[in-house]
């Protein structure tokens, strides 16, 4: 069992960054692979970046790639995602999630742990 718990969101300007944080506990971090999904107002959850078990491996979406960076601190059980050259368009509730597997996912289907979310809001 993964308990998670997100932080670090909240109303920014455009072109603004912010650091998310996902503390997670339970059992050896580095067993699970851990994304990051969001979901606007009205939409679907959709998936933003996810890292493996080990940090070694990264994937983000089209929407994000280049101004978002995927971590994560296995000692601290921590993953972040640094968020930067944020846009309206980002603006959603941002959810942690992990699997029980070191390997990456890359769909909601994926995983099986999820954090109740943090709200980020970019907006001028």
């Known amino acids: 069992q993964v308990q998670l718990v997100e932080s670090g969101g909240g109303p920014v300007q455009p072109g603004a960054s912010l650091r998310l944080s996902c503390a997670a506990s339970g059992r050896t971090f580095s067993n699970y692979a851990t994304g990051w999904f969001r979901q606007a107002p009205g939409k679907e959850r959709e998936f933003v970046a996810a890292i493996s078990g080990s940090g070694g491996i990264t994937h983000y979406d089209d929407s994000v790639k280049g101004r978002f960076t995927i971590s994560r601190d296995n000692a601290g059980n921590t993953v972040y995602l640094q968020m930067n050259s944020l846009k309206p368009e980002d603006t959603g509730v941002y959810y942690c999630?992990?699997?029980?597997?070191?390997?990456?996912?890359?769909?909601?289907?994926?995983?099986?742990?999820w954090g109740q979310g943090t709200q980020v809001t970019v907006s001028s």
């Open positions: 999630a992990a699997r029980s597997s070191s390997g990456l996912g890359l769909r909601e289907a994926h995983y099986g742990y």
